[in-house]
């Protein structure tokens, strides 16, 4: 468990928020820094209180069940039990980020996500698995989109909702992103369903826990579940007509290897896959 996006100086690139300074022997609580002052920033359209937000508990009494479930959200951390501070707000199991409040999350404590990696072989012309000219060893691809908010290629993953379970989180958001389902006729929309719970069955679970995302701040932070959904024989997911949607602009088969720039942690997730199928990296 590491950061280092919320080493940058700002927060979350092009916003006018700046993060306070955080050397690398910084970022654990346990280490002294008398001087750390962070600004407490939570974005306007937060404190708005969209119904998936939390209420702020800077300014209300609100009743939150912190390390526990609390009616249909889950406040549990996959790393244990988190701290609360003086202030009753929870705080991030890393480190210092340079921010405290919610900044552009909506949980205070762990802020939910799912992420599906959907994977298949390369293939030639003639179907034939292609392998890498150095290592030798076949060549994975996923499906990556790129995000809306940062610009940056990613795993077409997202929030759980409340009382959501994972396995629907994942194919909701695949379907949202990667296949555009929000904008898909309604008659067409039962049979890609049951392509996608198809596919989806079998999965492996690659990660649980935090999630290196430039959003964290001392007091939210993302985690996720990421699981593999893989087609060997490339004939059921390999026949998605694969469309951009949502909270995605741009999505396509990606070939798997260590050059791979992707959002928050996502390279280190689709390194553990490419391991899981002893494929190229
Ligand atoms: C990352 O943010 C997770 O790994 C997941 O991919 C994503 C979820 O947030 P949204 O895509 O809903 O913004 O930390
Ligand atoms: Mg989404
Ligand atoms: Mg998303």
């Known amino acids: 468990r590491k950061h280092k996006n919320c080493l ?54 609100a009743d939150i069940q912190f390390n526990d479930i609390d009616g249909k959200h889950d406040r549990r951390s996959h ?27 909506g949980k205070w404590g762990p802020n939910h996500a799912a992420d599906p990696v959907v994977t298949r072989w390369k293939r030639d012309k003639n179907n034939k698995i ?5 290592t030798n060893k076949p060549i994975l691809q996923f499906v990556a989109i ?24 994942l194919k909701r958001e695949f379907g949202e992103e990667a296949l555009n389902t929000l904008e898909i006729p309604i008659d067409q929309r039962d049979v890609l369903k049951q392509h996608i719970d198809k596919i989806f069955q079998n999965g492996t679970e690659i990660y649980r826990g935090y999630v290196d995302d430039p959003r964290n701040t001392d007091n939210s932070w993302m985690e996720t579940q990421v699981y593999n ?47 899981l199928h002893n494929a190229h990296w």
Request: net charge negative.
């Open 79 to 105: 790393h244990g039990p988190y701290k609360i501070d003086d202030e009753g707000s929870p705080l991030n199991p890393v480190g210092r980020t340079g921010l405290r409040g919610r900044g552009t999350l």
């Open 146 to 169: 790129v995000r809306r908010d940062h610009g940056d290629w990613a795993i077409p993953g997202g929030m759980v909702d409340a009382g959501e379970s994972l396995s629907v989180t």
């Open 8 to 61: 940058s100086k700002t927060y979350c690139r092009d916003d006018k928020q700046n993060r306070f300074p955080v050397q690398e022997n910084q970022i654990v609580w346990e280490a002294s820094y008398p001087e750390y002052d962070p600004d407490d920033f939570t974005m306007p359209h937060i404190l708005k209180g969209p119904v998936w937000a939390d209420p702020n508990i800077r300014v209300v009494d």
């Open 229 to 275: 959904f893989h087609d060997d024989d490339g004939q059921s997911v390999g026949i998605f007509r694969l469309n951009a949607g949502d909270d995605a602009t741009g999505v396509k088969w990606t070939d798997i290897n260590r050059n791979l720039k992707l959002f928050a942690s996502h390279a280190d997730f689709i390194k553990s896959v490419a391991e």
């Open 130 to 134: 292609v392998c890498d000219k150095e």
